[in-house]
């Protein structure tokens, strides 16, 4: 017994001095680690670049070497607390054994005194020679403590002996919120599963300052009684030197991720020591955070990574030849795009272990790569475009200009423009670009044409845009020009205003030019007093040149036409061709008397009169002239134009070949054509428009062959609006499709109904328009009209007139032939009165002609008329073609038609036009005229 207290003893003497040299020395070599790192941060701000990448490396190293140091530390700690604390169990042990020894061993109480003065006195000295405080604990309370509890925590012995030592040791839970006592009860409990326990927590000085103490608490069994030794240890010095180490560990992972390059310090067989988070980012394909000092060492060699292989290949090192090396290197990313890394390695030789690395920033370069590509393709644009740029200072120098405006300017090289003011290069236009320049300085954009002389001598005109370049905060930095040259194109505007002025054939102005010569001459006139007239002349039947003699005829005509016109109109007048065979005069100073007027009028006349000479032909054509007065018939253009309109078809409508002056009925006549084309539209939508059958009589039998469709409107007040009125505006409107179409529509179904009433029924007439018969599906549409009302196309006569048909010859006779094989009767109205070649009507697929009403007036008393009435009915013979006359009021008219042979008879003279059902009573009825039997008799 007394051998191993010796031996303990003198290993305690032995160990004390070498330990706590060791352990006094550990905190400053981790001191002078951190001094080194400090040196280093201090110097971060001030570097960039290469020599940044050179200190993080070091950063690295030094953190990487205090650690080192720190973790050996805490093992001698570890290494040094566990021996104190066996130290002091087994000199307890000593103490008990001693004390047992010195109460059964009466006869060796002398012998049991020395050795326990002997085991005190070690024990006080490995109790107080320890630099932690050391507390006892049996039963919850502290039977023991060294000095060092009592100077660590400010008390007296008496406050820590026989008390529980909750105070002092805490627990390892005090920090989730348990009271000292609870969870020093939860430390026994762990001690007693694991013989011994350690763990921090902060405690207070008597003066209330908080320390951080490391508490070791080890489990023991003395005398069949159970025993806690505590150790604690004042670690306020080490956890500051480990927050120290974290927060300069943050701050260095912070820097090195915060570059925007990757960065990884890789071995030279190509296992990873250090990266930062781009280079994350790049393994993990985005996004991933990554931390660099926890990597460890990877094998990256044979990774699968997301970036370039290049980075990590463990060739890498053989391919440094000096310190540094660096290359530029294309991969393809994981979304297909092909990425540019700008790669650089250096090669670094650790102090401490002599150990070989390599470390290596990779920067991606496709945006930058892209930028310079557009960069060079805008240099390129910039230099090689045709319009000049230039950008200038705020105070007007050039900064930089393209070859195109040293071209403009007449210099020599784009370095001879560069800080002269625009305005002495351009002085012919400098009063012009200073101001504009300033209005850009001052926020607004500026755009205008200049003129100025070309190297040659020769003016060009330049299309100027001039605007300002800002900064963020909106100062203007820069002042951007471009001129375009628009010489060629004001050239082209010109020729195309002076070609959009005038009519291409007549080389006379035009409607537009015509408008404006009348605008200005009324502007200039209103202020004068002076007058001034308007002419609308039309060529009478030049329509039927065209048709005769080919448009190539016509328009030489025309030609003619306007030369005769300028030299009757006079040199102060303007003559224009609006279009066709319309011309227009404006003739200016005009008095009351309207002499001047009238002397252009006859002037104008008589030149007209003379035949034109065209392709060796002799033309005769004669003028319609209207004419209105400005002030007197009206103020502005568009009524002028409007009244001279109006009086020009006065002038046709009196007879031709005349002159008409406007007059205020005329402009009432117009207004009450324009209410009448206006109640039109609402009467077609509103159904108005109806039908009355007129009966058609057969000659030969007296009974009523057919009937013709009348269009019939009637006002909501019941008057009666005539066909002459209304029919020839719907024509002009064009409402004449949906009435022609709603006539033939409704006169089907009342063929319809009639038969399905079981009577006689006749065939149904229904006029054609002309804009009918050009409609491209009007064929079509009689079909459709025919299947949907069920009517025979046997039972349906359409009425196409002589003009209709001439207009389009060629198209006409395609649509007649076409309905008159669908089985429809096809007769040729108003015969006679147009303009027909007699060759056409063999082509013509047609079943009867129709005598005009204007020929049927006038006989037998007229023999022009008769003549021409015995010539149709001829014509009709020959070509087998039943013929109806119209319009017969009379006996003395109805005898001499049938007389003459005339087929089928329609008129008043029979009967006025009934509605549907007074034509049903004669269907009922089947009426026979008697005094027709004996004319049919002559007619046989």
């Known amino acids: 017994m007394s051998n191993h207290r010796q031996d303990t003893e003198r290993s305690n003497r032995d160990r004390g001095p070498s330990a706590q040299q060791r352990d006094a020395g550990t905190f400053p070599r981790i001191s002078e680690a951190f001094e080194k790192i400090r040196s280093l941060l201090d110097t971060v701000g001030s570097e960039t670049g290469t020599d940044l990448t050179g200190r993080l490396d070091q950063f690295g190293l030094l953190l990487n070497e205090a650690d080192l140091e720190l973790r050996r530390s805490r093992a001698r700690f570890q290494q040094l607390s566990k021996a104190q604390a066996d130290a002091v169990v087994r000199s307890a042990e000593m103490i008990m054994e001693l004390e047992q020894a010195r109460i059964d061993l009466s006869e060796a109480q002398q012998a049991a005194q020395r050795a326990a003065e002997n085991a005190q006195l070690l024990s006080s000295t490995i109790f107080e020679g320890t630099s932690d405080a050391i507390l006892v604990i049996a039963d919850g309370c502290s039977i023991a403590c060294n000095s060092n509890v ?17 105070r002092f040791i805490g627990g390892p839970d005090v920090s989730d919120g348990q009271q000292d006592e609870q969870a020093t009860r939860i430390a026994f409990e762990r001690a007693r599963r694991n013989i011994s326990l350690r763990y921090e927590l902060q405690r ?127 991969y393809q990313a994981p979304d297909g795009a092909v990425r540019t890394l700008s790669i650089r390695r ?32 805008m240099a390129d644009i910039f230099q090689s475009s045709m319009e000049g740029v230039v950008v200038l200072d705020v105070a007007g120098c050039i ?75 909106s100062l203007a930095r820069n002042v951007i020009a471009l001129f375009s040259d628009v010489t060629e194109i004001h050239r082209t505007q010109q020729s195309l205003r002076l070609q959009a002025m005038h009519d291409n054939l007549t080389g006379l102005p035009n409607r537009r030019m015509f408008r404006e010569e009348l605008d200005s ?44 016109l300028q030299t009757g109109a006079g040199a102060d007048a303007c003559v224009a061709r609006f279009g066709g065979d319309e011309f227009a005069i404006l003739i200016p100073d005009v008095d009351l008397s309207c002499r001047k007027v009238a002397e252009v009028s006859n002037r104008v006349h008589r030149l007209l009169q003379r035949p034109f000479m065209v392709h060796d032909s002799k033309i005769y054509v004669g003028g319609s002239l209207g004419v209105t007065l400005f002030p007197d018939h009206a103020e ?16 046709k409508a009196s007879g031709k070949n005349r002159t008409v002056f406007f007059s ?102 229904v006029n054609i328009s002309p804009m009918q018969l050009r409609m491209h599906n009007f064929v079509d549409r009689v079909r459709q009209i025919l299947r949907s009302t069920g009517t025979l196309p046997t039972e349906l006569e359409l009425e196409i007139t002589e003009n209709a048909v001439m ?134």
């Open 521 to 564: 001459l009324t502007h200039d006139a209103a202020r004068s007093a002076r007058g001034a007239a308007v002419c609308f002349l039309d060529l009478d039947d030049f329509k039927h040149v065209n048709d005769s003699l080919g448009h190539v005829a016509g328009d030489e005509l025309l030609k003619l036409v306007a030369v005769r």
């Open 204 to 330: 207070e000085h008597a003066d209330g300052s908080e320390f951080w103490c490391e508490v070791t608490l080890t489990r023991f069994v003395m005398h069949e009684r159970e025993h806690f030794l505590a150790v604690l240890r004042d670690i306020t010095e080490r956890r500051s030197v480990e927050l120290q180490i974290a927060r300069n560990r943050d701050f260095l992972t912070n820097v090195i991720n915060t570059v925007p390059d990757q960065l990884i310090v890789t071995t030279g067989d190509g296992r990873l020591m250090m990266a930062n988070d781009a280079f994350a980012r790049m393994q993990a394909g985005g996004g991933a955070e990554f931390d660099w000092l926890e990597a460890g060492c990877r094998d990256l060699s044979s990774s699968n990574s997301v970036g370039p292989e290049e980075l990590v290949r463990s060739d890498s090192m053989e391919r440094l030849s000096g310190s540094d090396a660096s290359e530029t290197i294309e």
């Open 346 to 377: 250096s090669r670094h030789v650790d102090p401490l272990t002599a150990d070989e690395f390599i470390v290596t920033t990779a920067r991606d370069t496709t945006e930058e790569r892209q930028r310079d590509g557009k960069l060079a393709l």
């Open 150 to 166: 009592l100077n660590l925590f400010s008390v007296t012995r008496a406050d820590v002996i026989g008390r529980p030592p909750d």
């Open 807 to 940: 207009e389009d010859a060629d198209e006409a006779i395609r649509v007649i032939n076409e309905l008159s094989g669908l089985g429809i009767r096809i007769a040729i109205d108003d015969f006679g009165t147009g303009y027909s070649s007699l060759s056409y009507l063999r082509t013509f697929n047609v079943h009867a002609l129709k005598i005009d009403k204007s020929f049927v007036d006038d006989v037998p008393t007229d023999a022009g008329a008769v003549a021409i009435v015995q010539s149709v009915v001829s014509l009709a013979k020959g070509r087998q073609l039943e013929l109806v006359a119209e319009g017969v009021e009379s006996v003395e008219q109805l005898e001499f038609l049938a007389a003459v042979g005339c087929d089928i008879i329609q008129g008043y003279v029979f009967s006025r036009p009934l509605s549907a059902a007074e034509c049903e009573k004669w269907l009922q009825h089947d009426f026979q005229m008697p005094h027709l039997k004996s004319l049919a008799a002559v007619h046989a």
């Open 399 to 473: 900064v930089e200009c393209n070859l195109a405006f040293c071209g403009i300017a007449g210099i020599a090289s784009t370095a001879a423009a560069c800080g002269n003011p625009i305005q002495n290069l351009l002085p012919d236009v400098a009063d012009i670009l200073t101001p504009a320049i300033a209005k850009a300085v001052g926020g607004e954009r500026w755009a205008g044409t200049i003129r100025c002389d070309s190297r040659d001598g020769q003016e060009r005109a330049y299309l100027v845009s001039i605007a300002a370049a800002r900064r963020h905060n």
């Open 664 to 765: 205020a009925e005329m402009r009432e006549r117009v207004r009450a054509q324009c209410q009448i084309q206006t109640d039109l539209r609402r009467a077609v939508f509103a159904e108005e428009i109806s039908i009355v059958f007129q009966p058609q009589i057969d000659v030969r039998t007296g009974r009523c062959d057919g009937c013709e469709a009348l269009a019939r409107w009637t006002l909501p007040d019941g008057r009666q609006v005539s066909p002459v009125e209304f029919i020839p505006i719907a024509e002009k409107t064009g409402m004449i499709v949906q009435i022609g179409e709603s006539v033939l529509t409704r006169a089907c179904l009342q063929i319809q109904s009639w038969k399905d009433k079981g009577l006689r029924t006749p065939r149904v007439a």
């Open 636 to 651: 502005t253009t568009e009524d002028l134009l409007k009244n001279a309109d109006v009086a020009m078809y006065a002038a």
